[in-house]
């Protein structure tokens, strides 16, 4: 599987580690740290990419997309993309698929260039992530699931970056920087850390994303809270204290909201795949 010049050049690591008739998985280490964008580079193949670490910026179909744990991107063959990455470096899942299994999964019809990852989507990646060593069984699985959460998501929500006023996608960037990077500590507080009216910045979430301020917070911290539980977290009263829930059922309900299942039971799943994840 080949990669552009440009991964010879910004990314640490990348390791495939699974490749199947039709699809591949890798996981990308890139070490780059530059504001500016990278020269043009052309997709070779249809290719969906989630963040697993850190955050980034895309620019393809004349658009710009911020792609971080809570936006993937989807690139198609043929289409010029450049890079900039102004946080420093960042881990990614990439997924490749040849043209006649991406239209399987897929469908005949075109792609958003982005997609919003909700709670399920994220935990449809950690499964995947989880099941690469058994590619033709557990992997093809999970991959489905990947792969038909991502399209549903697409059709049923806005493209992020697409539509609106380009100052209120700005200013939704930025708000979702400042939220991945700490909590600012509500509405408020958060509108007057970025200068901006609390009035438009509600109201450009659901715009830009497709959902509330409020929901996408929330999304990042069932985010955290699964960091913890696929890492050996095992106390929920402490893991809801940290993340800033009012107690533990507050987290429970949360994260079923989002993710579709309980804290405990997301707990004994991650745990499982866990311990089924290959070492490298």
């Known amino acids: 599987m080949s990669y552009p010049r440009r991964s010879v050049r910004a990314v640490l690591e990348t390791v495939e580690v699974a490749a199947r008739p039709g699809y591949a998985v890798s996981v990308v280490r890139c070490a780059e740290d530059h504001p500016g964008w990278s020269p043009p580079e052309v997709a070779a193949g249809h290719r969906m990419v989630l963040v697993r670490r850190g955050r980034f910026r895309r620019r393809a179909r004349g658009r710009v997309e911020d792609a971080d744990s809570t936006v993937a991107y989807l690139a198609s063959p043929g289409e010029e993309e450049s890079f900039a990455h102004p946080a420093g470096g960042d881990v990614c899942t990439s997924v490749t698929f040849g043209e006649g299994r991406w239209r399987q999964l897929a469908g005949e019809g075109s792609v958003p260039p982005a997609v919003y990852v909700d709670g399920r989507l994220d935990l449809a990646h950690r499964r995947a992530v989880a099941s690469v060593a058994d590619p033709d069984y557990a992997l ?14 697409a059709a049923t929500s806005p493209t992020p970056a697409s539509g609106g006023r380009a100052d209120d996608r700005a200013v939704v960037s930025r708000a979702r920087e400042a939220i991945l990077a700490e909590d600012p500590g509500g509405l408020f507080p958060l509108a007057d850390l970025l200068g901006v009216s609390p009035y438009r910045l509600s109201r450009a979430f659901p715009r830009e994303l497709g959902v509330s301020l409020t929901r996408y917070r929330n999304r990042v911290r069932v ?51 866990r311990s089924q994840t290959p070492r490298r």
Not at 245 to 271: C, I, M, N, S, Y
């Open 223 to 273: 985010g955290r809270a699964l960091d913890r539980m696929e890492a050996g977290e095992r106390g929920l009263a402490r893991l809801a204290a940290d993340l800033g829930f009012a107690d533990q059922a507050h987290l429970t309900r949360t994260v079923r909201e989002h993710a579709g299942t309980t804290p405990a039971a997301l707990r004994k799943l991650l745990a499982v795949e």
């Open 140 to 153: 093809a699985e999970e991959l489905l699931a990947l792969v038909g959460a991502a399209i549903t998501q």
